[in-house]
């Protein structure tokens, strides 16, 4: 069955220091990846996703994230984190039905000032 | 272009009552999706529909739950008798079609949280 873990519950940094979240995901085929960004109060926003090509992808608010296939991880970076990044971010991959999407349990991103 | 609509965004209800979430997806839009979040938890898929179609209810309960997707309006999803382990976060997605070989981006609403007394 299709899994997908995010091992770090909260995750502090330092305004202006390098962010990386992790995510393994398990699947058989060829995934399709996604992170999600959650703010307070706001619905769920696609950073980026990978579906096939460059195994690293840029996103948006200036992310990326990088597939290894062989450590099943699509972890997400950014080189600098601002005070407005603090939220929560959620890794996902789909299914086998080529629409469910399976999530990790999310990683709370919290901003040092 | 307006986003994908859920209201109400919060919604208390007690034990017993019938709670209605709302849904309206993006414009030009036909594909809806819901997922449930649990606290502490990430999203599980719980129905895909069509417009007048359900096309996959698998992550539903069989009892009390159900969705639909009418023609004209919003999508709903009914909890008939809600009960204190329905409380948790409920969202919406949309498509404009399902992809091909599923490369469709699923775009979310802010999620409507039931509490149930």
């Known amino acids: 069955a299709q899994s997908v873990t995010q091992p770090d519950i909260h995750i502090t940094v330092s305004e202006g220091a390098s962010l990386e979240l992790r995510c393994n995901y398990s699947?058989?085929?060829?995934?399709?990846l996604f992170w999600y960004v959650q703010s307070p109060g706001q619905g769920l926003q696609l950073l980026l996703k990978?579906?096939?090509?460059d195994t690293l992808v840029q996103g948006i608010k200036g992310f990326e994230a990088e597939f290894k296939r062989s450590q099943s991880s699509f972890n997400l970076r950014k080189p600098s984190v601002h005070w407005s990044d603090a939220a929560e971010y959620f890794c996902?991959?789909?299914?086998?039905?080529?629409?469910?999407?399976?999530w990790g349990a999310g990683t709370k991103l919290i901003i040092k000032p | 272009n307006a986003g994908v609509m859920q209201n109400p965004r919060h919604l208390v209800r007690r034990r017993g009552q019938e709670a209605r979430l709302r849904c309206s997806p993006m414009?030009?839009?036909?594909?809806v999706y819901w997922y449930r979040q649990l606290p502490e938890e990430g999203l599980k898929f719980m129905v895909y529909?069509?417009?007048?179609?359900?096309?996959?209810e698998s992550g539903m309960p069989k009892e009390r739950f159900s969705a639909e997707f009418p023609k004209e309006g919003p999508s709903i999803l009914r909890i008939q008798q809600v009960v204190r382990g329905d409380s948790a976060a409920y969202f919406c997605?949309?498509?404009?079609?399902?992809?091909?070989?599923?490369?469709?981006?699923?775009?979310f609403g802010a999620g409507t949280r039931l509490s149930v007394l």
């Open positions: 997605a949309s498509s404009p079609d399902r992809g091909l070989e599923g490369k469709n981006i699923q775009y």
């Open positions: 414009k030009g839009h036909s594909h």
């Open positions: 529909l069509q417009k007048e179609n359900i096309i996959d």
């Open positions: 699947y058989g085929a060829t995934p399709y």
């Open positions: 990978y579906f096939s090509g």
């Open positions: 996902a991959v789909r299914g086998d039905s080529n629409y469910q999407l399976i």
